[in-house]
């Protein structure tokens, strides 16, 4: 079995603390549906102080990601 990487970005503030946290919430909505377009499963989510931690077991789709975030 091949390890998947893990994603870090800090996305919200650090009042979001957890992914009970509204806004955690909408986001981890967000990239199940995205898990859904690309029929892979988000197999990690975190979030700690407003740093969020995800993994798909897509390596496809985990490459598109970092390519989105390079470009910022």
Known sequence: MVGHGVIEVDLFSEQVN???H???VKFKELLEDVAQEYQCNLLLFEVEKGTVAFSFDSDELMAEILKILQMK
């Open 18 to 20: 957890g992914t009970d």
């Open 22 to 24: 509204p806004e955690a």
